[in-house]
């Protein structure tokens, strides 16, 4: 199935592109056109390492391909620091939005730390307010195109500073406002969840979800931090909790799994796990098994009934959509309709919306994979 110059693909004689589709784990300053931050560099008089579009999306693949988590967050170094004003915050969280419509998405929940986007001296309300200010007009621009196209942002802290409860009570005013959900994101291994068990305590009080990376560069020691100390309604990621199932035997597709109390709680509890095929190569996440497509447990976790979502975590990074990275899982796992509309499902699920809302979103996903 060949793979055109946009990501899409045709299957089934539907492209991949048209199909409904919900996208859980994408982070706003991951998802920056190389052309905006172009402009937006230039009127704060920031140098970029390459003036033009192609050349810095170029840039930033070949940065973000290191094996290192730590190493690929280096790059949204650039990103943050053309998103310090009103304007400049507006205008990423607009075009981030038509991005998502354009790529077929129905809901999409974006994540972003506020605590990153202060240095030209916004409040951290301000700054919330700019981004939800852009999101409406990414969906009102959708909606005139003819996309309808839904999006909640979650509120995220550093998981390397100590600011969490701050933001986590940002989180929750707000609530109904454009917040849907909270995060902590950053450098994983060594800033376990535990170091922000009042930010979560704090959230469990107030009935406010979380999701929180886990199991990308640390292991089942994080996810389990994640779900005890963080009470992860999701897990960003979890790739990594493939290491508590050991394969026993193999006769032809037949897989003998034992599995790890750790890997049937998030199984049986069907627990979505935000898994981000392109950006899990990149960041080393999937060393452990190998470092081609082939070699993720993306497949392996379907097959044993984990709530598996597709994401594509940071669309500037990895050069990516979410259309493309359907396209890679169908090219190397041979899925079939039946199977993507699986992984929609999952994700629809687990979106941080109220229950009829849920299941009026799946039934959109399940009226266009039908057309």
């Not at 190493?71 to 507006?90: N, P, S």
């Not at 200010?133 to 005139?144: C, F, K, Q, S, V």
């Not at 009829?356 to 399940?366: K, N, P, T, V, Y």
Request: no cysteine; glycine share 8%; charged share 30%.
């Amino acid at each position: 199935m060949p793979i055109d110059q946009h990501g899409d693909a045709i299957l089934d004689g539907l492209s991949l592109r048209s199909l409904p589709k919900v996208s859980l784990h994408d982070h706003l300053d991951g998802g920056v056109r190389p052309a905006t931050i172009i402009e937006l560099a230039d009127a704060i008089g920031l140098d970029v390492p390459e003036s033009e579009p192609d050349d810095l999306a170029d840039w930033f693949a070949e940065k973000s391909d290191s094996g290192s988590l730590v190493e690929y967050l280096k790059t949204f170094d650039l990103t943050t620091a053309v998103m310090q004003t009103r304007e400049g915050l507006t205008r990423v969280a607009r075009e981030f939005v038509e991005d998502l419509a354009a790529d077929g998405v129905i809901y999409g929940e974006v994540r972003w730390a506020p605590e990153q986007h202060l240095a030209r001296g916004l409040s951290l309300d301000e700054v919330v307010a700019a981004v939800q200010e852009g999101i409406e007009e990414g969906e009102d621009a959708a909606e005139r195109r003819g996309n309808d196209i839904r999006v909640g942002q979650l509120i995220t802290a550093m998981r390397h500073t100590d600011r969490s409860l701050e933001i986590a009570r940002l989180a929750v005013e707000w609530r109904n406002r454009g917040a849907v959900g909270f995060d902590i994101a950053g450098p994983e291994d060594g800033f376990p969840a535990s170091n922000h068990r009042a930010a979560f305590d704090y959230l469990a009080s107030e009935f406010f979800p979380a999701t929180v990376h886990a199991g990308e560069a640390a292991g089942l020691e994080s996810i389990r931090s994640a779900l005890i100390d963080g009470r992860a309604l999701r897990l960003g990621h979890g790739v990594r909790i493939a290491e508590d199932l050991e394969v026993v035997s193999r006769a032809g597709e037949e897989v003998l799994v034992q599995f790890g109390d750790l890997a049937r709680w998030v199984r049986d509890r069907e627990i979505p796990l935000e898994l981000s095929p392109s950006s899990n190569l990149q960041t080393g996440a999937i060393e452990r098994w190998g470092t081609t497509m082939e070699d993720h447990p993306f497949d392996l976790l379907y097959q044993l009934g984990f709530s598996v979502t597709v994401n594509v975590d940071n669309r500037t990074m990895s050069r990516t959509s979410l259309t493309r990275e359907l396209a890679l899982l169908v090219e190397t796992f041979e899925y079939g309709l039946d199977d993507l509309e699986a992984f929609q499902l999952n994700a629809a699920a687990g979106a941080f919306l109220p229950v009829e809302e849920r299941e009026e979103l799946i039934d959109l996903i399940a009226e266009g994979f039908d057309a």
